[in-house]
């Protein structure tokens, strides 16, 4: 479904992500891990049209999107979660989410619609649909969802989630990492999942692609990767030996 080859992002002289290749398979979803700053987010950022890439070649279903446009590629089918969740303070929920649904599809669907759309979008995440419901005290759990909520309302085919476990206790993580095998199976969706940890991910996901230093240091399966010699020493910082 998608296909990232050969992808280098460079801010001025620094080099953020290098030579960066992997591919997501239709229905799978795929965990893209390492450690801060390892380059995560600014792939993340360059396959959703956020940054164009330095070089290299992006493709979902074969095309090339590439330097195109974040709201183009959204109408693509990419819909995509911040690492910082900053929703629309003084709309509702329900309000949040419908417009998601609006301009995620172009503007070219029926309001009514975009309603509906946007409450199957909290039922599925587990927020209130009521339409009082407004941002005020929500948690870090609930803001999570309603960034996925957002993302969901713009009926994306591929999901690209950043660190939907971030600030969550480890009751809230194993909710999250449940609620998003949900989503697939309910949606068919395909997903790649970003997180710094390994935790709760390990077991939900497909397969794992490592990132340290803005370079792939791994791509397999999650045990292996919980094997794998480079990922041990990124992770724990064990000595060479
Ligand atoms: N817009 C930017 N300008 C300059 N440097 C950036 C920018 N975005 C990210 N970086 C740098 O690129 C590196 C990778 O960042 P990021 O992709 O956010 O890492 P991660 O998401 O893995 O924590 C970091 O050193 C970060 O400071
Ligand atoms: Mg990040």
């Not at 446009?69 to 709309?91: K, S």
């Not at 999250?176 to 077991?203: F, K, N, Q």
Request: hydrophobic share 40%; aromatic share 6%.
């Amino acid at each position: 479904m998608l296909s990232v080859s050969g992808l280098t992002k460079r801010f001025g002289g620094f080099t953020a992500v290098k030579d960066v290749s992997f591919s997501v398979e239709e229905g799978e979803i795929l965990g893209l891990i390492g450690p801060n700053g390892s380059g995560k987010s600014t792939t993340f950022n360059c396959v959703a049209g956020l940054y164009g890439p330095s070089s290299g070649s992006i493709r979902l279903e074969g095309r090339e999107i590439g330097g195109e446009r974040a709201d183009r590629v959204c109408h693509r089918g990419i819909g995509r979660t911040f690492q910082i969740p900053r929703p629309f303070r003084n709309l509702t929920l329900l309000e949040n989410v419908a417009l998601s649904a609006y301009f995620g599809q172009g503007g070219k669907v029926d309001r009514a619609q975009c309603w509906r759309l946007a409450e199957q979008a909290l039922d599925l995440v587990g927020l209130p649909v009521d339409p009082r419901a407004g941002t005020d005290g929500l948690g870090a759990a609930a803001l999570k969802k309603l960034e996925l909520a957002r993302a969901l309302a713009t009926q994306p085919r591929l999901l690209l989630a950043d660190e939907s476990l971030n600030g969550l206790d480890q009751g809230e993580m194993e909710g999250a990492a449940d609620m998003l095998r949900r989503i697939r199976a309910e949606r068919g969706l395909t997903i790649v999942w970003v997180e710094h940890i390994m935790g709760v991910l390990m077991r939900v996901v497909d397969r794992v692609v490592v990132l340290d230093h803005g370079e792939v240091i791994f791509s397999g399966r999650p045990a292996e990767a919980q094997a794998d010699r480079r990922v041990i020493e990124v992770y724990l910082g064990a000595e060479e030996s």
